[in-house]
C-alpha cells in the first residue's frame, strides 16, 4: 500500500533519474522519447490511484471503529494512586506483654492492652504495612457517570519478621457509584460505613489517631445519596450485620455470631454553617444470636455527631460524640453489643464517648495535632468484672512536609485499659513515621 510520504519520496527519487535520462534521450529517436514519456506518465498515474485507494480505506476503517466503539466507554477515565508509609516505634506496656495478636505492636488497638501483668514490657517495631494503593475509573453514559474504586493495603496479622517479612493485601475498598442524575448516586460495595465520618479524621502517625473514640468501619453497603437545595446532602444505607455477646451468664460469648436476618439501617445528614461542617448520623440495627438450641434477638440504635471548624489562619478543630449500642462501630471492637443473660435474654450495652482533635500550623511545612478520645461502657451487673469498661487515648505529634505530598512524623501517645472491676493498665507509645503519597 502506497501512502502520500511514499509516494513523495518515490517522486523525489524519480525525478534525479528522470533528468538523467533526458540526457540518454537527447540521442534517441522521437519515437523512442515519446514511448518513455507514455510510460512515466501512466507510472504516476498507477501511483495517484493507489494513493486515492488507500485514502478511501483508511476512511472505511475510521467509519467501522467508530461504529463499533461505543463513545461512552471511550472516555472512560483511568488514574491510580495511595502513599508510601513506614513506620517505626518503641512501646511499653505497663501491664506486661500484650495480647497474642501482634497487630496492637503496629497500629493502636485498645482492647489488646495488657491489663494486670506484674511486670511491664518493651519492645521496638518497623513495619510499612499501611502503605496502600488505589485504582478508580469514571465512565460517562448515557445514564449518568459510572465510577468504580478498588484499594488495597498489607496491614494483616499474619506473615513473620525473621526473613522476608511478607505480608498479605487486603481488600479496603471494592465498590462502583452511579450518579444517574446531576443530584443523586446510588454506590454498591464495600466502603467506609455511612454512619462513619472521615471529615473529622485527624492527621496522626498511628493508624486512626483517637482510636479509643471514634466510629471506624468498613462493610459491604447499598447508599443512596441525595444533594439538598441548601447544600446539604442526606445518605440512606443498608450495610452487613454483625453481632458480638459477652457472657453474662448464659455460658454464651462471641466476638461475631453473623446470626442477624436483616441488615444494619443507617442515615446520615452532612451540612455546614460558615466555616463549621458537621454530619449527624443515626443507625438500627438488629443484635441476635443462635447456639443451635437458643437463640434470641433485640433491635439496637446508635446516634454520632461530628463536626469541624476551620479557623482563618488555617488551624481546625475536629470532634466527634457518639451513643448508643455501638459494639464494632467504635474503638475497634473494644466492646460487644449485648450481654446474654441466664434466660437467655439479650441484655444491650450502652456505651458512651467521643474525642476532640486540634491541629496548628506552626509554618507552611510545620504542623502539630494534639488530641483525646474516650469510650466507656455500661456493662451489665451479670458479667465479669475482667470486661472491659473504659478505654482512652491522648496524643501529641509533629509533622514536616520539605515538599508537596512528602511528610515525616513523630509522635507520641498514651493509651489506657480499664477494667470492669476498676484494675487499669496503659501503653506508652513513640512512633516516627516517614510518607509519601504518590497519584
Known sequence: MFTKKKLALATAVMLPTMAFSGQLLAAASNEDLSAKIQMLESQLQQLQQLVTQQGEQQKAIETTVSKKVDSPVSGMKFSYGGFVKVDAMTSDYSGGERASSGLGDEILVPSTIPVGGKDGSSRFDTHAKTSRFWFKTTTPTAAGDVNTHFEMDLLTADGDERISNSSHSRIRHAYLSWNYDENSSLLLGQTWSTFMSTMVLPETADFIGPTSGVIFNR????????????????????????????????????????????????????????????????????????????????????LSASGKYQFENGDDLKMQLNHGNLGRYTALAAFRDAAVEADGDLDLLDVTGGFVAYRHLWTSKLRSTISYAMTKADNPNSVADTNTEEVNNYALNLFYSPTTNLSFGVEYFKAERELENGDNDDLKRMQFTGKYVFQ
Open 219 to 302: 462493610q459491604t453497603q447499598a447508599r443512596w445519596s441525595h444533594k439538598l437545595g441548601n447544600g446539604g446532602v442526606v445518605h440512606l444505607a443498608l450495610e452487613n450485620p454483625s453481632s458480638g455477646a459477652l457472657d453474662g451468664g448464659g455460658g454464651i460469648e462471641s466476638n461475631n455470631f453473623d446470626d442477624n436476618s436483616v441488615p444494619d439501617l443507617v442515615a446520615r445528614y452532612d451540612g455546614s454553617l460558615g466555616k463549621f461542617s458537621y454530619n449527624l448520623a443515626g443507625m438500627a440495627r438488629q443484635i441476635a444470636y443462635d447456639t443451635g438450641t437458643d437463640d434470641e434477638d433485640e433491635w439496637g440504635y446508635g
